[in-house]
């Protein structure tokens, strides 16, 4: 029932952009928290972003700030990642998440997983 459908990712070069889409259903986005977080290939999972359902707020990781930027719609039940500037170091799988426990990029804060999206930087 509960479901979260990440998109947009692809092969782009450093500097590029890309724009990640979260469509989520099963559930009604005012209530929940969304997370993006990534996973590159060897490595351990890491957060990248959250917004807030109360009041829309965000967080970032200190790798991703100032480059990405976290965003919803509520009316279209999508979270958005806008990915600008990338570098190769972005390269992974990014998946976005639904979590209750407020702004927190604690993986296990969350209880539902979209499949991922590829994200490839590299010239």
């Known amino acids: 029932q509960v479901h979260l459908v990440e998109s947009g990712g692809g092969l782009v070069q450093p500097g590029g952009s890309l724009r990640l889409s979260c469509a989520v259903s099963?559930?009604?986005?005012?209530?929940?928290?969304i997370g993006w977080f990534r996973q590159a290939s060897g490595k351990e999972r890491e957060g990248v972003s959250c917004?807030?359902?109360?009041?829309?707020?965000?967080y970032y990781s200190d790798s991703v700030k100032g480059r990405f930027t976290i965003s919803r719609d509520n009316a279209k039940s999508t979270v958005y990642l806008q990915l600008d500037n990338l570098k190769p170091e972005d390269t992974a799988v990014y998946y976005c998440?639904?979590?209750?426990?407020?702004?927190?990029?604690?993986?296990?804060?969350?209880?539902?997983w979209g499949q991922g999206t590829q994200v490839t930087v590299s010239s």
């Open positions: 099963g559930f009604t986005l005012n209530f929940y928290n």
């Open positions: 998440a639904r979590g209750a426990y407020g702004l927190t990029l604690i993986p296990s804060r969350y209880d539902y």
């Open positions: 917004i807030r359902s109360s009041d829309g707020s965000t």
